[in-house]
């Protein structure tokens, strides 16, 4: 219990730093960024609001200035269920892409961002 209360607390120390440093918003073209918002209609990430491998990939959302659905799947509920059914395991944070004939789900931070980063941002390409 003791580091389950340690856990949450560093957890929520964590956001708050992310929140009073998180980078600015990338600024794109008009036409730009509605591309940039039709890629991330088909994506989805799976994550636990206080665990520090998801506000990294969350921060790195914010940056590339993209509308990706964020999905909490910490407690019992609809999006734990899927995550567990579809993606076989909770684990997060997840980057669900749904692709034209498959979903893939991606697992790892740093391949979410590296994904994410050759995606939407024209400097890492």
């Given at each position: 219990?003791?580091?389950?209360?340690?856990?949450?607390?560093?957890?929520?120390l964590i956001v708050f730093i992310n929140f009073i440093t998180?980078?600015?918003?990338?600024?794109?073209?008009?036409?730009?960024?509605?591309?940039?918002?039709?890629?991330?209609?088909?994506?989805?990430?799976?994550?636990?609001?206080?665990?520090?491998?998801?506000?990294?990939?969350?921060?790195?959302?914010?940056?590339?200035?993209?509308?990706?659905?964020?999905?909490?799947?910490?407690?019992?509920?609809?999006?734990?269920?899927?995550?567990?059914?579809?993606?076989?395991?909770?684990?997060?944070?997840?980057?669900?892409?749904?692709?034209?004939?498959?979903?893939?789900?991606?697992?790892?931070?740093?391949?979410?961002?590296?994904?994410?980063q050759e995606t939407f941002d024209p400097e890492a390409a």
């Amino acid at each position: 219990m003791i580091l389950k209360a340690l856990r949450e607390g560093l957890g929520r120390l964590i956001v708050f730093i992310n929140f009073i440093t998180r980078p600015r918003p990338m600024v794109r073209s008009e036409a730009a960024q509605e591309a940039a918002n039709q890629k991330a209609g088909t994506m989805s990430l799976y994550q636990f609001y206080a665990c520090p491998f998801c506000v990294r990939v969350r921060r790195e959302i914010h940056r590339l200035n993209v509308p990706i659905e964020i999905r909490d799947a910490q407690k019992e509920g609809p999006y734990r269920e899927e995550l567990l059914a579809e993606g076989g395991e909770v684990q997060v944070p997840c980057l669900r892409i749904d692709d034209e004939d498959r979903t893939i789900w991606m697992y790892e931070s740093r391949e979410i961002i590296q994904f994410l980063q050759e995606t939407f941002d024209p400097e890492a390409a």
